[in-house]
Nanobody, 125 residues
């Protein structure tokens, strides 16, 4: 059974940094695509970042490109989202997700089969 356990959220001031973690278990994830999404109150869940567990170029949304970095630690089966220069508009619940097969786009929330429980990030102005 796949389990994704997201953590690391919190309250930070504008311009600050946070690192989110997603501990993955229940599978060998080397063939999976791992993603981060976020959902603000009253809005749809939106794509933030994704990468193949095995490596290669990551993909970022335009709103976070250059500020956020997705990475993984194979020894700990953990995916990270390093968030720098945070803005109030980054405030949301952040979810990690995983999928073995992507039929369209990494940006598409429907492509992901497994989801973590979400961790709240609040950026104060």
């Amino acid at each position: 059974q796949v389990q994704l356990d997201a953590s690391g959220g919190g309250l930070v001031q504008t311009g600050g940094s946070l690192t989110l973690s997603c501990a993955a278990s229940g599978r060998t994830f080397s063939t999976y695509t791992m993603g981060w999404f976020r959902q603000a109150p009253g809005k749809e869940r939106e794509f933030v970042a994704a990468r193949r567990w095995s490596g290669g170029y990551p993909l970022y949304s335009e709103s976070v490109n250059g500020r956020f970095t997705i990475s993984r630690d194979n020894t700990k089966d953990t995916v990270f989202l390093q968030m720098n220069s945070l803005k109030p508009e980054d405030t949301a619940v952040y979810y990690c997700a995983a999928t073995r097969v992507v039929r369209s786009s990494w940006r598409d929330v429907e492509q992901y089969n497994y989801w973590g429980q979400g961790t709240q990030v609040t950026v104060s102005s």
